[in-house]
Structures are given as C-alpha cells and as structure tokens.
C-alpha cells in the first residue's frame, strides 16, 4: 500500500486573526477540546470502515494544522494519535508537522511535544517579528516572543523548523519593515519559511476594516516590490522558491503539502477538512456543533471528472519549480493534452512559461501571476 497524507483540523484559537479565512472559532477550547478528540476518533473510525475494512491506510505524512494547535495540551494529541493508530497505520511517518503560535512555544510544552509525540517538524506562525504588523494583525505575540519560539525550539531539539511570514502589509512608499524582516529571518538560518502576500479575504475581520476605510495595504507596484525582494533574498541565503509561497534549502520541502500539490490521496479529520481519494474529494461542515453532532455521519463530496482533475494538476504545478511534466499530464485524455500544449505554446511566446527538460515552467519574474497564468488553460 503506497503512504498518503492525515491532516488534522483544529478549529480553536484565542481570537480570530484579521487576515484568517480558515475556520476557527475563538474561546471554546477548554469546554470543547474533549469532545472534539472524540469526535475525531469517531471519524477516524467510519474512514476506516467505509474506505478500507480491515487494512489499514499507511500514513506517509502528518499534519495538526488549524485554527492553533498548539492552544491545546501535549496530552491531548498523546490521547489522539493512540486512538488513531487503531484506524490507521502510524509507524512509518515520514514527517509529522505540528503548527503552533510563538506565546504557546515555552520549553516545558517543546520537549513533551518533542518526548511524547511523533511531530518533528514546527511551523511557527511568525507572521512578522515587528510589533505593529502584528497589531494590525491581530495577532496575540510579539516579536521578541516570534525569535524566543525559535530559540525555545531548537534547544528542545528541534531542528525542522518553518516559520510564516506576511508582506504586503502596509500602503507605503517604503518596503523597509520588509526586508528587515527577512534580515532577521536570515539570521535564524532555518531551514524552510513560507511567505504569504496579504490578501483581503471576504468575512474577515480585515475586510471589514478595508470597507470602512479604516485600514490599507500595499498597493500592486508595492507588492511586486516585495515579492521581488523576497526572491532575491531567497536567491542569496540558498533557498529553493519549491512553490510560490514555499522556500526551502535543498531537499527540505515541506513534504506533506508537496504530496498536495503532487496529487498524493489525504484523508482529513476535523470541522472543515478536506479528503482527496484520486478522483473523489469529500468534505466535513465548516461548523464546530454540526461536525460535533455527527463526526461519523456522511460528508459531502464529489466525483471528480478527467477534467477536473486536469484542471486541478496545472493550477498547482505552474505553481512549484517543477512546472508541469508532460509524463504526468500522459495520464490525461489526448484531447485535454493537445489543448494544454496548444494554449502552452501561447504563454511561452509571450514569456509567462518556459520549457525545462520536458516541463512547462513559469519564469521567475512572473511567478506571482501564477493563478493568472494557469487559468488560462481552464
């Protein structure tokens, strides 16, 4: 049985950051957490059944993501993860990825999280290491609590460290706090960062404020000068631009999201989560009391076509360096072959793609029009 990919909701958190639209709901996690393990179980348990009956599913890679895991006790994912070895095959991770917030990360909570449980890979959420950016935010740490996590960290032993970073935060004529801030991450010399362009996503508490003008950010010119600083940076300190918002030092890609992005079948447990099963992707309510009221009841999904699939394999590979590989796109129709090449060869006459070894990559100045470039082929 070829390993897939467990991804683990957790909806809780202390208060909803600006920016987030993931689903999260603040302030329930001490009435709630139990039951929601539970629930999780309980999923875990009609997966099994449903899908596989008596084998059980290897897990190639883990992910706790959120919402903030780290708001919940070590104890918590102990009790979780032994529940779930009943469902599924945990004994040859490859990588288990624990996402936290930097106020969580004292020692004491590192090295149980370390001693106890299989996560050897953080992905802290640093957002920026300037006070104000994470003001704006609405972000509970602070910068000297975003270094100090890191510093906390690799004395518990951990060395796969990644953290998140924003830019584009501010409407200004200065990029200053931003390269600052990759000055900073620099000097952290980690192995793996992502770098997300601040958008303004509907429901959010950002776009509220954005409505009312009561907050601005960078506007396209500034934005491209970031992003384009950013690669730079990447370029000087030895970090491979793997996916749009991804860099890594050679060979430490984030391996889980690599697999998404690959089109590796996960299955996810939690409020919101997504599964993908090669043609089929199923999905739990966006809502922490429906998902309680009926963790192991039917989820929504759908069956999907050569068409989607297609469609969905373009848009994340013009994504990454690899581009798209034209042995993958073999496993599609020859008519959805003749159309990409057809509409390939147009971007690659006006520069957006190149061809590298058999693959269709978009060149490095446009990489940030990406989802542009890709539809295209829809």
Sequence with gaps: MK?????????????????????????????????YGQA????????????????KPLIGTLYAGGGTPSLLPVGFYVRLLAGLSEFFDLSRLQ?????????????????????????????IGVQSFFDDDLAL???????????????????????????????????????????????????????????YALTVEPGTLLEKRFSRGQARIAGELLLEEEYFCLQDFAGSQGYEAYEISNYARPGKYALHNTNYWRGVPY???????????????????????????????????EMLEAEDLYHEYVMTALRTQWGVD?????????????????RAARQVEIG?????????????????????????FF
Excluded at 97 to 122: K, M, Q, S, V, W
Excluded at 364 to 371: E, G, H, M, V
């Design 267 to 301: 299955i996810g447990l939690g409020a919101s989560a997504h599964s993908f099963f090669g043609n089929e992707r199923r999905w739990n309510p966006a809502s922490l009391p429906d998902y309680l009221a009926d963790p192991a009841g039917e989820k929504e999904g």
């Design 95 to 123: 990588e288990a990825t624990f996402e936290a917030n930097p106020e969580h990360l004292a020692p004491a909570y590192l090295e149980e999280l370390r001693d106890r449980t299989p996560f050897g890979r953080l992905s």
């Design 40 to 55: 999780l179980l309980e999923e875990a348990g009609q997966v099994f059944a449903r899908r596989y009956g008596s084998e």
């Design 352 to 376: 957006n793609l190149r061809v590298d070894g058999g693959r269709y990559v978009v060149v490095p100045a446009r990489r940030l029009l990406a989802d542009g470039i890709a539809s295209d």
């Design 326 to 342: 034209m042995n993958e796109l073999s496993r599609f129709p020859l008519p959805l072959r003749r159309e990409f090449l057809a």
């Design 137 to 195: 935010l609405n972000r509970k740490h602070t910068g000297k609590e975003a270094l100090l996590s890191v510093e906390n960290a690799r004395k518990a032993g951990f060395s796969d460290i990644s953290v998140d970073l924003i830019y584009g935060l501010h409407a200004r004529g200065s990029d200053s706090h931003w390269r600052e801030n990759l000055r900073i991450l620099a000097s952290l010399q980690l192995p793996h960062f992502s770098a």
């Design 3 to 35: 390993p897939i990919g467990l991804y683990i909701h957790i909806p809780f958190c202390r208060r909803k950051c600006a920016y987030c639209a993931f689903y999260s709901v603040a302030g329930q996690e001490g009435s709630k957490a139990e039951a």
